[in-house]
């Protein structure tokens, strides 16, 4: 390749440089030589990664030159190589700017990584070690660990086979690190590691670990940076290291969220029923089968009866906080957060000690309940990351902290949510009626608002230099004020694609004259609506091939979509282009991405509308003819009364002085909607040949502080008094530019749609390209789809019993269909260890989604046994039941006034129930009227014995006609008064001839 000089360090780049390539390399060379930070923004499409890799790499090889050199004086001299070597190494020590630095280069996602790796590749410098850091989710070959469910899961057991030496893959690390395999491909990322792995039967994992040690550069995502915990278990060494924060626009946000933590009041009670679980099977091992086998347990029952203490006081604790307003929660300073644990006897002291205690129980947990009744110890992972966050160290940062956190305490959302309750990533609120309470569960939040603490965690080790590089990070002023760093390079680069490629307009009314402007007084305004729904219609006659839409919010997105659909405007549209919603859900979106693509192929085009911090916002790439043109209708302001937000207004005002420049609240809350648009805004030019409209359809854009807070390259193209203009004006404009882009622009090279969805689900944390590029990966996700969607949309055929197969309750209870043996995990047993409540309205449990979940929380020191009641969920009426733990006093031999001491509070917590609020619900509730709903809530209902013997039970009534016996299992099992209402229901589904001896049989029961 070609060679350049710039700055004084040889640079091979693929081709002559453009001006904006050169300012960038040499910024990125200055930070490097000097020792010192930069923040660097350049337009998507200026070739931003390819000069970051060159110039960065370059600037090392001259290092490792210079290095070279003196040793080899030093030699010449009489001094020993290795001598000069040696204090070299201890020259650097003592100075992180001295010897031969590594490089660390994060991103988002991995596919960004994946994407820079590429790009490396086809590079000079392809031939400088390189490696990829992923998770064990992306790199485990091990076949038990892939079949957990959940990467917290797989982190447990891949921890536990290592510590016994059962992992053969990882037995072969050290004897395989040096093979010839790892050695001849240089640059080695996701795929390559996986299939060398896969070759040499050696866990590619630990591989990677293993081969930063020799890399040059070493690619990792954010967390494994920023976050404390992430980089010590990943032991990152950031001594003498060259830190490049790629895709660096949500910087601030990461940066606060690595440093806060949340845990709720759910969490804790099922860590106490967890822990009394352990306790009783350690007093009673022959019980249970998950205590019997001879894995090592690694802790006592004395740490356990400690650790239970904590907890209930800790409950005790979170019980007492008064919330006098339920909608809008209580806030409290950090130290709020200390005194709670510390009235838990958690202190920074016993802190480390009780992490470590946690850690093993989740690890024991996770490897003792793979075929148990029990959860899998997430609720221990929670209390452990919360103790990891709060008790960093900091004993130099305290008075820092009393400055940067808040403690806010909110209701745990106990009813049923909408879908579109998520307010584009911003924490919504849990109720709008007021409530002084101490018994609700709660949520307690402690929140980061400075992004300087947590970039300070990297500035105390060492690092040499920072260098925060994206296409959109203006304005940078206010980054660098939050962020704390001391910069010394800073550059906003024009955008390298010529006036003729970029039409600019600010749009202040529609095609009917009605002013554009969606602020929320304006958005139920029905002419607004019918004018911002004309604006689009008319430029989606203009625009060729793919015209992005993005609206501020998802209510104002979804008041659009319907008014446009009441109107008749929608079938206008969708005339001209077929229309495409971001879908909330991940399953729908890879198949709207490729009906998107392929209308774009095949048809005039498409309009694909979505949501600013959605999905297709945040990363999303519409080259091309997949997106020519976008509208922005509005600025995506945070939700105005989220506590979150108005902490952080509050944070910034109290902070602000002129010495550390912080932005006012209000500021600060107009640059977050502004931000969000100039993301949205560069999903359209990706590239030097790329053309696109870019239409910002709100007169408030063309207020001086909207449009200076706008990317410089898009200001340079509104001109220097921007102004909005009427529709009618724009249609001949925007005409004449795509005829003049089309004929003097070259024709873009065509991607397959299955490369487009690839890249587009992966940068959107859908899949992995591991299932895109590897066919038996591919057929084995098609197969498993493939089941999943006969299983659910098998229809029942009659009501008669006589059609329940063995194979219709075993899934309905959560079994697999090949099981021989009944499977003893219970309904709350199926929790993904991530899910903090559990949703007794709904047949499953997701932890993607805290949507209609019930909250588990204490009632005077009890808490749900592990075979609760369950509520009905009729599918017919789809009545919601709320829930709450009560004691039954009636099963305890305890005074009322006595306080049972830790070893006998299991025979409290195991002798509640889960009772409706209402006592006269249960004569009002019914059985779902569909077989496999119908078993679920049985399941969640019994116990494990009651259901296994009802089962039994069914399958000889089911062939035999053993009809009695079966009758005798229904009435015993189903006696509860609370289960009235199953048995009751149950009748639909005996067969005819035996209905009427059901009916004698529960009269003295339902009184028939």
Not at 142 to 153: A, F
Not at 454 to 468: A, K
Not at 833 to 859: E, M, P, Q
């Amino acid at each position: 390749m070609p060679e350049y000089v710039i700055s004084g360090i040889p640079v091979h780049f693929p081709f002559e440089p453009y001006d904006v390539q050169k300012a960038y390399m040499e910024k990125v060379i200055n930070c490097l030589r000097d020792g010192t930070n930069g923040v660097l923004e350049s337009p998507t499409g200026t070739g931003k990664t390819l000069s970051l890799l060159c110039s960065s790499l370059a600037w090392l090889l001259s290092r490792k030159a210079d290095m070279k050199s003196m040793v080899q004086m030093h030699a010449k001299g009489g001094v020993q190589a290795q001598q000069v070597i040696n204090e070299l190494n201890t020259m650097q020590t003592r100075n992180a700017n001295w010897g031969v630095p590594k490089i660390i280069y994060a991103s988002r996602t991995h596919s960004q990584l994946t994407q820079a790796m590429q790009e490396l590749k086809r590079t000079s410098y392809s031939f400088m070690r390189a490696v990829v850091l992923g998770s064990r989710d992306q790199l485990c070959i091990h076949p038990e660990v892939m079949r957990e469910q959940g990467n917290s899961n797989k982190v447990q057991l891949c921890k536990l086979r290592i510590q016994t030496r059962t992992c053969t893959f990882y037995n072969r690390v050290e004897s395989k690190k040096d093979s010839p395999e790892l050695k001849e491909q240089p640059v080695m990322d996701i795929e390559d590691l996986v299939k060398v792995g896969q070759k040499l039967k050696v866990c590619p994992y630990f591989v990677s670990k293993e081969l930063t040690g020799d890399a040059d550069i070493t690619f990792m995502p954010y967390n494994y940076l920023l976050d404390p915990k992430a980089r010590k278990a990943n032991k990152v060494d950031l001594n003498n290291t060259i830190v490049i924060l790629d895709e660096a626009h949500n910087i601030e946000k990461i940066c606060e969220e690595s440093a806060s933590v949340q845990i709720r009041s759910s969490d804790i009670a099922l860590a106490i029923d967890d822990l009394t679980h352990v306790m009783k099977a350690m007093m009673n091992e022959n019980s249970l089968d998950f205590m019997s086998s001879d894995e090592p347990k690694d802790f006592k029952l004395e740490d356990l009866v400690a650790l239970k203490e904590m907890l209930l006081d800790l409950e005790k604790g979170i019980d007492d906080i008064v919330v006098e307003n339920k909608a809008e929660g209580v806030t409290f300073p950090p130290s709020f957060m200390f005194d709670l644990l510390a009235g838990a006897k958690i202190t920074p002291a016993l802190a480390n000690a009780t992490i470590n205690l946690l850690e093993r129980l989740v690890t024991f947990l996770t490897v003792q309940t793979q075929d148990s009744a029990f959860r899998k110890g997430g609720s221990f992972d929670v209390l452990s990351n919360l103790l990891s966050v709060v008790f960093v160290k900091k004993e130099d940062l305290i008075s820092k902290v009393h400055r940067s956190f808040k403690v806010h305490v909110q209701i745990e959302e106990v009813k049923q949510q909408t879908k579109n309750s998520s307010k584009d990533g911003w924490l919504s609120k849990s109720s709008n009626s007021n409530h002084v309470s101490t018994k609700l569960p709660k949520i307690i939040n402690y929140w980061c608002f400075n992004p300087g603490f947590g970039m300070e965690q990297l500035l105390n080790t060492q690092v040499r230099s920072i260098i925060l590089t994206s296409g959109t990070l203006a304005p940078l002023k206010p980054l660098i004020a939050e962020l704390a760093v001391p910069i010394a390079q800073s550059l906003e680069n024009p955008h390298i694609v010529n006036q003729s490629q970029v039409f600019v307009k600010i749009i202040g009314t529609g095609p009917d004259r009605e002013q554009l402007i969606s602020n929320f007084a304006n958005r139920d305004n029905p002419k607004y609506l019918s004018s911002l729904g004309q604006t689009v219609l008319n430029v989606s006659r203009i625009v060729p091939d793919g015209l992005l839409v993005f609206f501020p919010s998802y209510p104002l997105l979804n008041q659009c979509v319907d008014a446009w659909q009441a109107s008749g405007l929608w079938a206008e549209v969708s005339r001209h282009k077929p229309i495409y919603v971001e879908p909330r859900s991940k399953e729908s979106f890879t198949t709207t991405m490729e009906e998107f693509y392929k209308s774009i192929r095949d048809t005039k085009g498409a309009v694909f509308m979505a949501v600013c911090r959605g999905k297709v916002s945040e990363g999303l790439d519409f080259a091309d003819r997949n997106g020519r043109a976008v509208i922005i209708t509005g600025l995506p302001f945070p939700p105005l009364k989220d506590p979150k937000v108005i902490l952080k207004k509050r944070y910034l005002e109290d902070n602000r002085t002129k010495e550390n420049e912080l932005l006012t609240g209000q500021a600060w809350y107009s640059l977050e909607a502004t931000r969000a648009v100039n993301q949205a805004i560069g999903r359209v030019i990706r590239h030097r040949h790329d053309y696109g409209a870019i239409l910002l359809c709100d007169v408030r854009f063309a207020q001086p502080n909207q449009v200076s807070q706008l990317s410089k390259w898009i200001r340079g193209h509104l001109g220097t008094a921007p102004k909005s203009v009427p529709f009618g004006s724009i249609v001949r404009e925007l005409r004449e530019f795509f005829r003049n882009a089309d004929k003097t622009l070259p024709k873009p090279k065509e991607r397959s749609i299955e490369t487009l969805v690839s890249e587009t689900c992966e940068e959107a944390g859908i899949v992995t390209s591991r299932y895109f590029t590897d066919p038996k990966l591919m057929l084995e996700a098609k197969t498993k789809y493939t089941t999943a969607q006969s299983m659910a949309m098998k229809v029942e055929k009659t009501n008669s019993i006589e059609s329940w197969t063995p194979d219709d309750y075993k899934a309905a209870a959560g079994r697999t269909l090949s099981s021989k043996v009944p499977n003893a995990m219970d309904f709350m047993s199926r929790l993904d260890t991530n899910v903090k409540s559990i949703d007794f309205n709904s047949a499953s449990c997701s932890n993607s989604s805290r949507s209609g979940l019930v909250s588990i929380h204490k009632r005077e020191r009890t808490s749900p046994t592990n075979s609760p009641s369950s509520s009905n969920n009729s599918l017919a009426n789809n009545k919601k039941k709320r829930y709450k733990l009560v004691t039954d006093t009636s099963l305890s031999n305890s005074p009322s006034n006595s306080t049972p001491s830790v070893l006998d509070e299991y025979s409290f917590r195991a002798k509640t129930k889960l009772s409706i609020d209402s006592p006269t619900v249960f004569a009002e509730k019914e059985a779902p009227q569909e077989r496999v709903e119908f078993l679920r809530v049985l399941r969640s209902s019994l116990s494990t014995d009651d259901f296994s013997a009802f089962t039994t039970a069914l399958m000889a009534y089911s062939r035999q006609d053993k009809f009695e016996e079966f009758l005798e299992v229904l009435v015993r099992v189903l006696a509860k008064p609370e289960l009235h209402y199953m048995l009751r229901g149950m009748r639909r589904f005996i067969k005819t001839n035996h209905k009427v001896l059901f009916d004698e049989g529960t009269a003295h029961i339902l009184n028939l």
